[in-house]
């Protein structure tokens, strides 16, 4: 089983829509969970961390459950803008590597 | 906020030529960097964690001998590619952490080398 699984996509959703991202992981001790968002030919970039008592951001809302190890994203209101790669990923212990999911490609057509 | 800047930000080398890529932290100093591959439409991988003053460590099927890591300050890492093939030719990604705000730390990316060997 890989360390972190994402929905495959591509999702592929008309402005406006609410759109919604799966991720599970396989270690079951991983301290830390973050959502990425990744351009075409560029770096990652930090979307928002994850906490088990589900946080949001704006449009975004990420939810962590760690009984069945699992990490959701959830985009309201899609824009154009918000077309990318979104990475799912795990941290395993402090100061340890970022583990990278392969991530999902959103594309949000006007 | 904190920068990482990675230089060069793209190259195109023959076959067999050797590749170096620094990567710098702007505004913090990083103990430790990490070396990150990307092939077309795959998952960001770990290739070695870049230890400051040390040895890197790397992970397994990377070769250590092949990319040579050296991380002399605390804010320079550089990774080179030495006899580059075809196969090595892939985006290159570091990152560093800055521990100095106490707060849960935040990892940031440089930008990117894309590497195309010929």
């Known amino acids: 089983r890989k360390e972190v699984e994402q929905d495959p996509g591509p999702f592929n959703v008309p402005e406006g829509a609410t759109v919604a991202f799966n991720c599970t992981y396989s270690?079951?001790?991983?301290?830390?969970f973050f959502w990425y968002r990744q351009d075409c030919r560029k770096e990652p970039k930090l979307l928002m961390s994850?906490?088990?008592s589900g946080n949001e951001d704006g449009r975004f809302t990420a939810q962590l459950n760690r009984a069945s190890q699992y990490i959701s994203l959830l985009i309201r209101d899609s824009k154009l803008s918000d077309s990318a790669t979104y990475l799912c990923?795990?941290?395993?212990?402090?100061?340890?590597?970022?583990?990278f999911g392969k991530g999902t490609r959103l594309s949000v057509i006007a | 906020g904190a920068v990482v800047s990675q230089h060069p930000s793209r190259v195109i080398c023959k076959s067999g030529t050797s590749v170096k890529i620094e990567c710098r932290s702007l505004?913090?100093?990083?103990?430790?960097m990490f070396w990150y591959r990307q092939f077309p439409k795959q998952s960001l991988m770990l290739m070695a964690t870049?230890?400051?003053?040390?040895?890197?460590?790397?992970e397994q099927g990377v070769e250590k001998d092949k990319f040579l890591i050296n991380h002399a300050s605390l804010t320079l890492s550089t990774l080179t590619v030495t006899s580059a093939h075809p196969e090595d030719s892939s985006f290159y990604i570091c990152?560093?952490?800055?521990?100095?705000?106490?707060?849960?730390?935040?990892?940031?990316f440089g930008p990117g080398t894309r590497l195309l060997v010929l």
């Open positions: 990152s560093a952490r800055d521990w100095s705000g106490g707060a849960q730390e935040t990892q940031y």
């Open positions: 270690n079951s001790a991983s301290q830390s």
């Open positions: 994850v906490y088990s």
């Open positions: 990923v795990v941290e395993p212990s402090g100061n340890t590597p970022l583990v």
């Open positions: 505004d913090f100093q990083a103990t430790t």
């Open positions: 870049s230890n400051e003053g040390s040895k890197a460590t790397y």
